[in-house]
């Protein structure tokens, strides 16, 4: 048997999977403010065309462009490594495999989208890029993103993380972006913001209205925003995960997964790897396909299924997904790529349609699991990561307490190693774990309630 499985770069998947094509209880539309579905070039200010085109499409699979994929072989394919370390220590009869997505240049899966985006909006003519950035990956995966392609870049870096997390700006920079926390005194919305609170810790909502803001209020129109989550066309590039695993499942002798986890703060990491394996189980194969996020910030598991706005200052479409509400500024926990109020359309229908299983996880498990994980795989990895190995070791316990060989396959989103700060507050028994109140939910659910109502009608085959 082989630690690790790898592909060969002839191997790399062409196509990506597009889950809108399948889906049995089809993905509703974004909404303009006035309720009515929005059109293509309503999105223009905000996304080059190309991207849009991706973002409403139907096609089952998209051509990746060879310029893309040459900018994808500088990390991929990713290995696939069976985590025997880890099976040992649990003492159970699961196979775990997990693919490794930290070995990318800015440590995550994030730069899977980011070099895409990058491409596409050079290609658009695009000059210059805004987003947001909660942990600070998707920040330094844009920023290295643009230094590729040759673009500017400015991230609005959400001000709780700007403050944990020095490295991750200094990584951006080095990049050639320009990092700045978030809310900001640059933009309309940043000083509103602070007006209503100066020592807010600011949230991911706060900063996506910032970056777009710049984005759309740049007179000569060479700016665009671009996010690391959460749409469909962010979901769509995400898919070349699991379609590797797939085929290195295979080359392992192993017909089909009975557990696919990872975890889900916009969702783009867990489409990634789980949608080619929701693909099998609307064909029929049996597979439970698990998306973990905090207890702390329970989007799936005690969120909404509604629209609502995807930021603070309500410049996005409303959005048919699970969602906190969009006034929801979450705990200051140390996953802080999982602290955002909505999830993925995509994710959030394929759990409407009951394909997909949300789970919450507190964070002193998470925790015990990654130092659990770092002690036997010797990887330590990010905090948001941790979520999909407390899951991990969960079902590997269940196995073994049934006494069942299963195959359990996990999203390894990236590495721990700017995130040291989340260790040593573990360590020194610094965390605690933070359930939320039914009355704070509530709260900031309260701002969806005049908002239209999505469909929650299913086949009810799952
Ligand atoms: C390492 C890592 N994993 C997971 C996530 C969660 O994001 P998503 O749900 O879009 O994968 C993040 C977000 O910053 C991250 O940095």
Redesign the pocket.
């Given at each position: 048997m082989s630690y690790k499985i790898f592909l060969d770069e002839d191997e790399i998947p062409r196509k990506w999977y597009n889950l809108a094509a399948d889906l049995p209880s089809p993905l509703q539309p974004p909404l303009g403010p006035d309720g009515n579905p929005i059109s293509p070039d309503m999105l223009a200010p905000v996304f080059p065309m190309n991207l849009i085109e991706q973002e409403v499409s139907s096609e089952r699979w998209i051509d990746i462009p060879e310029g893309v994929l040459e900018l994808l072989y500088r990390w991929r394919p990713s290995p696939l490594v069976r985590a025997v370390h880890l099976e040992k220590a649990l003492g159970t009869p699961a196979k775990i495999f997990f693919k490794n997505e930290s070995l990318s240049p800015a440590g995550?899966?994030?730069p899977n989208t980011a070099v895409v985006q990058a491409w596409y909006n050079k290609e658009f003519g695009i000059k210059k890029l805004t987003t947001e950035t909660?942990?600070g990956?998707?920040g330094s995966a844009l920023a290295f993103a643009s230094a590729l392609v040759g673009l500017e870049c400015k991230v609005y870096m959400v001000r709780i993380s700007f403050d944990q997390k020095p490295f991750r700006k200094l990584m951006m920079e080095t990049w050639g972006a320009t990092c700045i926390a978030s809310p900001s005194n640059q933009t309309q919305a940043g000083k509103a913001f602070l007006e209503k609170d100066p020592n807010t810790p600011g949230s991911l909502g706060m900063a996506i209205s910032e970056a777009v803001e710049e984005a759309v209020t740049d007179s000569s129109g060479q700016t665009r925003y671009s996010l690391?989550?959460v749409l469909n066309h962010v979901m769509l590039h995400q898919t070349i995960i699991g379609l590797e695993t797939q085929k290195q499942l295979k080359k392992a002798g192993i017909k089909k997964p009975d557990v696919v986890i990872a975890?889900?703060?916009?969702?783009?990491?867990?489409a990634g790897l789980a949608f080619p394996f929701v693909s099998d189980k609307i064909s029929g194969q049996d597979i439970d396909i698990l998306a973990v996020e905090p207890s702390s910030c329970p989007t799936m598991t005690r969120g909404e299924f509604a629209y609502d706005f995807g930021d603070v200052a309500k410049m996005t479409p409303l959005l048919p997904m699970h969602s906190l509400g969009h006034d929801f500024v979450p705990p200051p926990i140390h996953a802080?790529?999982?602290r955002y109020h909505g999830m993925a359309p995509l994710v959030s229908q394929a759990i409407v349609e009951g394909l997909v299983t949300p789970k919450s996880i507190h964070q002193l498990e998470c925790y015990q699991a990654a130092m659990t994980f770092a002690k036997t795989e010797g990887i330590i990895v990010?905090p948001?990561?941790s979520h999909a190995i407390a899951c991990t070791i969960q079902e590997a316990n269940k196995a073994k307490e049934e006494g069942k060989e299963k195959v359990i396959v996990f999203n390894l989103?990236?590495h721990g190693l700017m995130d040291l700060r989340g260790y040593d507050d573990f360590l020194n028994n610094n965390l605690k774990d933070y359930e939320l109140p039914q009355a704070d939910l509530e709260k900031s659910s309260a701002c969806m309630s005049d908002l239209p109502k999505p469909s929650t009608a299913k086949t009810g085959k799952w």
């Amino acid at each position: 048997m082989s630690y690790k499985i790898f592909l060969d770069e002839d191997e790399i998947p062409r196509k990506w999977y597009n889950l809108a094509a399948d889906l049995p209880s089809p993905l509703q539309p974004p909404l303009g403010p006035d309720g009515n579905p929005i059109s293509p070039d309503m999105l223009a200010p905000v996304f080059p065309m190309n991207l849009i085109e991706q973002e409403v499409s139907s096609e089952r699979w998209i051509d990746i462009p060879e310029g893309v994929l040459e900018l994808l072989y500088r990390w991929r394919p990713s290995p696939l490594v069976r985590a025997v370390h880890l099976e040992k220590a649990l003492g159970t009869p699961a196979k775990i495999f997990f693919k490794n997505e930290s070995l990318s240049p800015a440590g995550s899966h994030k730069p899977n989208t980011a070099v895409v985006q990058a491409w596409y909006n050079k290609e658009f003519g695009i000059k210059k890029l805004t987003t947001e950035t909660g942990a600070g990956q998707w920040g330094s995966a844009l920023a290295f993103a643009s230094a590729l392609v040759g673009l500017e870049c400015k991230v609005y870096m959400v001000r709780i993380s700007f403050d944990q997390k020095p490295f991750r700006k200094l990584m951006m920079e080095t990049w050639g972006a320009t990092c700045i926390a978030s809310p900001s005194n640059q933009t309309q919305a940043g000083k509103a913001f602070l007006e209503k609170d100066p020592n807010t810790p600011g949230s991911l909502g706060m900063a996506i209205s910032e970056a777009v803001e710049e984005a759309v209020t740049d007179s000569s129109g060479q700016t665009r925003y671009s996010l690391g989550s959460v749409l469909n066309h962010v979901m769509l590039h995400q898919t070349i995960i699991g379609l590797e695993t797939q085929k290195q499942l295979k080359k392992a002798g192993i017909k089909k997964p009975d557990v696919v986890i990872a975890c889900a703060g916009g969702g783009s990491n867990f489409a990634g790897l789980a949608f080619p394996f929701v693909s099998d189980k609307i064909s029929g194969q049996d597979i439970d396909i698990l998306a973990v996020e905090p207890s702390s910030c329970p989007t799936m598991t005690r969120g909404e299924f509604a629209y609502d706005f995807g930021d603070v200052a309500k410049m996005t479409p409303l959005l048919p997904m699970h969602s906190l509400g969009h006034d929801f500024v979450p705990p200051p926990i140390h996953a802080g790529g999982l602290r955002y109020h909505g999830m993925a359309p995509l994710v959030s229908q394929a759990i409407v349609e009951g394909l997909v299983t949300p789970k919450s996880i507190h964070q002193l498990e998470c925790y015990q699991a990654a130092m659990t994980f770092a002690k036997t795989e010797g990887i330590i990895v990010a905090p948001e990561t941790s979520h999909a190995i407390a899951c991990t070791i969960q079902e590997a316990n269940k196995a073994k307490e049934e006494g069942k060989e299963k195959v359990i396959v996990f999203n390894l989103s990236g590495h721990g190693l700017m995130d040291l700060r989340g260790y040593d507050d573990f360590l020194n028994n610094n965390l605690k774990d933070y359930e939320l109140p039914q009355a704070d939910l509530e709260k900031s659910s309260a701002c969806m309630s005049d908002l239209p109502k999505p469909s929650t009608a299913k086949t009810g085959k799952w």
